[in-house]
């Protein structure tokens, strides 16, 4: 099977035609995403087609293969070179929230709101547009008091509402829409995968999966790693109104039935999965009048937590065709051929970030990196 890297960059209202390279880098949020895009050329001029803040959309694939062209990156510039070779750099709607400034105050005694609708109108004010994509209310109750800092811009007020609610958002790739909503949103159905969870199938040579499409990794290019998971976390819910009230609710790591068995008689080891580190974490919140809610509020933002801080107990990083159909959050599965060595790394995973390289030598490769989802999705 002969397979054909193709590529789309689109550059304002300019198509590229030819280029060097392309190099996209998507991530879960935690930084903007980025492309860098290399254009042949030995016209100084050309350097004064592209300005700073243009938008750029980039699309790279097999032709007429199953992975066909497929949108991966959509940003707007934020460099271009000096001089030549032509590059530029371009960074996703995070780097957009980045430097939009917000004066606005948010929510009083007699209107209550929503974490959820707070970040709804803050990624609504980004300009160039973005879309919000907010699954659900909440978390917890509507608040009746919400501290910004006066002209902050709107990332800062998102990071904010990030830690007061253990949510997360990012930028979902190839599209002018940002997520803000529980994490391992495809696993928990919030968001939808492109394709069906992809799997990544673990052999010496392509033979040992005659029917698989572009999806087989060599044992080499596979990098696990195994470190001790937080076997807690603990939560500290402080009412903003009234400050000598809080609520502690700790989240811990349910163990196996084998795992406490060794633990009996043997102390904790990486071999069991479960460490001894742990993790305090403390939110301000507008009590509800009901103390259920908000006890439930402080164990939920303690699980959140936990889960993604045991999301290192296994990492790891592979080398592969490239599938533009992957993205960051999305699960996958790794598989073993039957000819080699059992694994313990066989199974499910998730997506924490991708990396597409396009080149006319090398064609059109990806690196994923890749860590454990929690048990209980």
């Known amino acids: 099977m002969v397979l054909t890297p193709t590529f789309k960059v689109k550059v304002g209202s300019y198509l590229v035609r030819a280029i060097t390279s392309i190099t996209v880098s998507l991530t879960d949020g935690s930084t903007p995403s980025a492309a860098t895009v290399i254009i042949p050329t030995t016209k100084t001029s050309d350097l004064e087609k592209f300005t700073i803040g243009t938008e750029v959309d980039v699309s790279l694939g097999f032709s007429d293969e199953e992975a066909e062209l497929g949108q991966v990156f959509k940003g707007w510039i934020t460099n271009i070179s000096e001089k030549l070779p032509l590059a530029i750099t371009a960074?996703?709607?995070?780097?957009?929230?980045?430097?939009?400034?917000?004066?606005?105050?948010?929510?009083?005694?007699?209107?209550?709101i929503y974490y959820s609708d707070i970040a709804r109108d803050l990624i609504n004010k980004v300009k160039p547009k973005l879309s919000p994509i907010i699954p659900i209310d909440g978390p917890g109750i509507k608040q009746h008091s919400v501290s910004f800092n006066k002209n902050e811009s709107i990332l800062k007020r998102l990071e904010k509402l990030r830690d007061l609610t253990q949510w997360i958002?990012?930028?979902?790739?190839?599209?002018?829409?940002?997520?803000?909503?529980?994490?391992?949103?495809?696993?928990?159905?919030?968001?939808?995968?492109?394709?069906?969870?992809?799997?990544?199938?673990?052999?010496?040579?392509?033979a040992d999966w005659p029917s698989s499409w572009g999806n087989v990794i060599s044992v080499p290019s596979l990098d696990c790693k195994n470190v001790n998971p937080y076997s807690s976390v603990t939560c500290y819910l402080q009412d903003r109104v009234q400050r000598a009230t809080?609520?502690?609710?700790?989240?811990t790591v349910k163990k196996s039935a084998e795992e406490t068995e060794t633990t009996e008689e043997t102390e904790t080891t990486e071999e069991t999965g479960t460490g001894n580190q742990t993790e305090t974490l403390v939110?301000?919140?507008?009590?509800?009048?009901?103390?259920?809610?908000?006890?439930d509020y402080a164990e939920r933002c303690a699980q959140e937590m936990l889960y993604l801080l045991n999301s290192v107990m296994t990492t790891g990083t592979f080398t592969t065709f490239g599938n533009p159909k992957l993205l960051p959050w999305h699960?996958?599965?790794?598989?073993w051929h039957k000819d080699l060595p059992p694994s313990r790394h066989s199974g499910k995973f998730n997506v924490k970030g991708v990396v597409f390289d396009y080149s006319i030598e090398s064609g059109f490769r990806m690196s994923v990196d890749f860590r454990t989802p929690p048990g209980e999705l």
Request: charged share 25%.
């Open 91 to 112: 960074e996703d709607g995070i780097m957009l929230a980045k430097e939009y400034v917000d004066i606005d105050t948010y929510s009083t005694d007699d209107d209550p």
């Open 169 to 206: 958002y990012f930028c979902i790739p190839g599209t002018n829409e940002m997520y803000f909503g529980p994490a391992w949103p495809y696993d928990r159905g919030y968001l939808t995968k492109n394709s069906d969870t992809l799997v990544f199938q673990v052999g010496n040579r392509k």
């Open 246 to 251: 809080s609520i502690r609710k700790e989240a």
């Open 283 to 295: 939110v301000n919140y507008c009590f509800s009048e009901t103390t259920s809610l908000n006890e």
């Open 331 to 335: 699960p996958i599965r790794l598989e």
